[in-house]
């Protein structure tokens, strides 16, 4: 069992920056991946970034390249999502996930945190 729980959405203008944050706990040697994902109003949920634990290796979705940068401090098993540059469409609840398996580009992740509102205002 692992718990997430993210912190830092709030409102901010377009093309401002907003840095998320996702502390794990519990069973977190099982863990090979965390992502990120958000769900827009009216829209289905859908992945934003990963990281790989062991290796580093990352992913995005096309979306954010260039804008997101996804970390992870695995000494203090968080993982922090640093977003720049951020657009009306970025508006959504996201959501930090944990998988415990390959494929990491998936959105059947094993655990799931509550969420935490990011609104971008134009």
């Not at 993210?6 to 863990?31: D, I, K, M, N, Y």
């Not at 260039?66 to 098993?77: E, H, L, M, V």
């Not at 540059?85 to 494929?103: G, Q």
Request: proline share 2%.
């Amino acid at each position: 069992q692992v718990q997430l729980v993210e912190s830092g959405g709030g409102l901010v203008q377009a093309g401002g920056s907003l840095r998320l944050s996702c502390a794990a706990s519990g069973r977190t040697f099982s863990s090979y991946a965390m992502g990120w994902f958000r769900q827009g109003p009216g829209k289905e949920r859908e992945f934003v970034a990963a990281i790989e634990w062991r290796g580093g290796r990352t992913y995005y979705a096309d979306s954010v390249k260039g804008r997101f940068t996804i970390s992870g401090d695995n000494a203090k098993n968080t993982v922090s999502l640093q977003m720049n540059s951020l657009k009306p469409e970025d508006t959504a609840i996201y959501y930090c996930a944990a998988k415990n398996s390959r494929p990491i580009v998936t959105n059947r992740y094993d655990y799931w945190g509550q969420g935490t509102q990011v609104t971008v205002s134009s």
